[in-house]
């Protein structure tokens, strides 16, 4: 029969079977637990993205009531101000999609050609 040596500790804090166990289990790590990002989820962020615009752009057209003269060349007429600003943001969406599609074709062209791009 072996015995072993007296602990120094009381024996109160020993661990038994009746006592919780300090013992926690190691943390996983955090891109164990992340999520990966899916198509799904990227079309999901913008749904809810395109209901927060429209929500506040159903706001804005019924704030912005008022008849507003508009003059262009040789049109003239009196429209809601709410339609006047979202014919103009629409027009400016328009020339900024226009011109970035240029310079999308312009970054084919060189990659098909094998040239290095140009940084501007």
């Known amino acids: ?46 749904v809810w993205a395109g209901v927060v615009v429209l929500i506040l752009l159903i706001i804005f057209v019924a704030q912005n009531t008022a ?4 003059s262009f060349f040789a049109l003239e007429g009196q429209i809601p101000l709410a339609l006047a600003l979202l014919i103009a ?16 074709m312009q970054l084919r062209k060189q990659i098909r050609h094998g040239r290095p791009s140009i940084n501007r």
């Open 1 to 46: 029969m072996t015995t072993e040596p007296p602990s120094s500790q009381p024996p109160s804090s020993q661990p038994s079977a009746f006592q919780p166990s300090s013992y926690e289990p190691p943390l996983a790590s955090e891109e164990s637990s992340r999520v990966a990002r899916t198509r799904t989820s990227a079309v999901w962020l913008g």
């Open 67 to 70: 008849k507003v003269q508009i």
């Open 89 to 104: 943001g629409v027009a400016g969406a328009i020339v900024a999609m226009a011109v970035a599609g240029l310079r999308i």
